[in-house]
């Protein structure tokens, strides 16, 4: 029972990773209606930025926010130069884009930080927090952080003007743009946001997996089978998905199939949903009159 | 100096001409209305005014030019436009709708006062607040597209058949208010309407549209009594 509870927990932990990866696919399929494969690799190299600025002699924390502050940057600039010239574009060269940025990604940084794996810090402490024994520090920090994260960003939609115009651009940019809206913008802050997002899942799961140019690969996978069964247009649905996936993929992974075959839990995952309910378990099925 | 100045007009979809070098111009505060058979050109005049179509030719709101300007950037000048189709954000609730429209606007106080304005206007609307909008009836959702350029406190709005698909008891209620709007605000109206006798009794000024061109302007008044606006579009 210990052992169970324990694995449970694990994967609550990474679950929360993959929900704010899951979130980030969600949130550029809203606007798109594309799943970006370069979001992991995204993730990914600005990890190594903040691995940069840590191994430069900044403090965690600043090196954590100015990497996010980065991150949403470069979500911009890829929207604005790379996205946007293919936006009228058929779906298949929109994906082949995609694929690109994701090869370009991974090889700059291979080229730059080699392939060699590297170490990661943890923000949090070596011993458990508050006497819990099942969990260690780092997996309690990274669900707060995630649990941080996604309430952040919900009450931004939620709440905010911003929030409201980025979701109005995101399902009709006709009406939008009658209303006073830059859509363009706000498809490129969709990105950035997505970026930010992924950005703090790859620092929170670097020191779990270990920095290196691949690290994203399967987190992507299992990001996307999360996305999937929540809903790829749920956000709500991404990330319940995503702690579900985690929580699965450990159990199954220690006690059914053993750690070798964890990724094809994802895969199966993919194909059953799509198989049996392919709007997720929280994806609307949209009630239009004519 | 007229709020809307259109001279030589030309629209095109594509390859394909939809108006060919159209004029009209309308004051500030008045309403004027645009009649014609289905495939006029009326629909894509609106367009072209809101830079949603290929245009050439000189368009001037308020004495500027907004020819080649962006949708969002005319938006942005005061222009409200009800689309053909209703433009509803589907998934969006019926007040997040109504605050969209208000999206330009940075008087807090006036917007909300704006919001309990509409449900006043339409209280069908206040009851189904927190609602899908994509659930809401067509006659409901047209309510909510006048509703929502509204809450862009416009100089101008173009209204693209707001009687569609409403029982004819609150299109003469839609009609009423349009009036009030004109009258309290001096909001200018331009109107696309296939009820001829209902956009005449509301217009100062109509123009006539057949296949891309304008082809009888004057008062309203002066259009009601002409035989052959009368025998086509009126119908007695």
Redesign the interface.
Known sequence: MDAFLFQVLAGLATGGIYASLALALVMIYQATHLVNFAQGEMAMFTTYIAWSLINAGMPYWPAFLLTVGFAFVLGVLIERIIIRPVEDAPVLAVVVVFIALLVILNSTAGWIYTYTIKSFPSPFPKEPLFGIRYMSAHEIGAICVTLVVLSLLYAFFRFT?LG??M??AA??A??????????GWMLALGWGLAAAVGAVAGMMVAPIVYLDPNMMGGILLYAFAAALLGGIDSPMGAVIGGFAVGVLENVLGAFVIGNELKLTVALVLIIGVLLVRPSGIFG?V????V | MALLEVKRLHASYGHTRVLHGIDFAMDEGSITALLGANGAGKTTTLRAV?G?VRTEGELRFGGESIAKR???DI??LGI??V?DGR??????STE?NL???A??RRDRKAVEADLERMYGYFPRLKERRRQ?A?????GE?QMLAVS?ALM?APRLMLLDEPSFGLAPLLVRELFLILRRINELERVSLLLVEQNAAMALDLADHAYLMETGRVVLAGKSSELKSNDAVRRSYLGY
């Open positions: 003007p409201l115009a979701r109005a399902q009709n006709q009406s939008s743009r009658l209303v006073g809206i830059r859509v609307k949209h009630v239009t009159r | 809101c949603m962006r949708t969002e938006a942005r409200a436009h689309p433009g509803t954000f589907l998934n969006l997040e605050r969209l429209g999206y330009t899908q994509g659930t809401l009836s067509g959702q929502r862009l």
